[in-house]
């Protein structure tokens, strides 16, 4: 599972596309979730890459990864409150530090730039 957060994570920076993966920690964190599709997939590098696809309706959320396996898919998550990101940074930064800022979830996040 990490080689293939790690494959994907790199392989997206190097065609500058964003993303955010999610995998939880012990405290539950539906509740600072929002939207997304659910899914029930074993993490192949071909079906992450495409969710992170620009043309995919999901491509701006988050992917949740639960135990070895995708959950959800463009999934919205909460924004960052502390004021700890410059504003120059997008959405998807503010959304991964908001995420991490209220539980023990580990938030990667790739930059477009």
Known sequence: MVMVIVDT???LAEKKRGAIFVVPGKEPIERWLSGGVDLTAT???PLVMSIFDPNSPGH???LIINRGR???F????PLSKTGHLSDE???RHHAAMGLSEVSDTLVVVVSEE
């Open 74 to 77: 463009g999934v919205r998550l």
């Open 9 to 11: 994570a790199f392989s």
């Open 70 to 72: 995708l959950t959800q």
């Open 60 to 62: 701006d959320g988050a």
């Open 89 to 91: 940074f997008g959405t």
């Open 43 to 45: 993490p192949p590098f």
